[in-house]
């Protein structure tokens, strides 16, 4: 194995971890932009009260998205798993 396997592979992961992440924090970051957006008009300014909307709406970005991303996880796995004789036979 090669150090530029080992980079692409690296690569590969933080590109499926950033994908993996992007529906839940984009998600939590437009929740969290309304909630900031009706406490500043309505001039509640309390703490606690964003908290809730962005747990509810993040659970539901999960239940819609949790299938791909389990699939995409997944076949980042199975993918990985099946390079490892190509890994070994290249030698180092």
């Known amino acids: 194995m090669t150090d ?3 980079i692409h592979i690296g690569m590969t992961a933080l590109v499926l971890a950033a994908k993996l992440c992007a529906p839940l924090l984009l998600t939590a970051l437009a929740v969290g932009f309304g909630i900031s957006l009706f406490q500043s008009v309505t001039q509640l300014q309390e703490q606690t009260i964003a908290f809730v909307p962005k747990a509810v709406a993040v659970g539901l ?9 389990l699939h995409e996880a997944t076949s980042f796995t199975t993918a990985l798993y099946d390079q490892i004789p190509s890994f070994l036979s290249s030698g180092g």
Not at 61 to 69: D, P, R, S, T
């Open 4 to 6: 530029v396997t080992v």
């Open 61 to 69: 970005a999960i239940l819609m998205c949790g299938k791909w991303m």
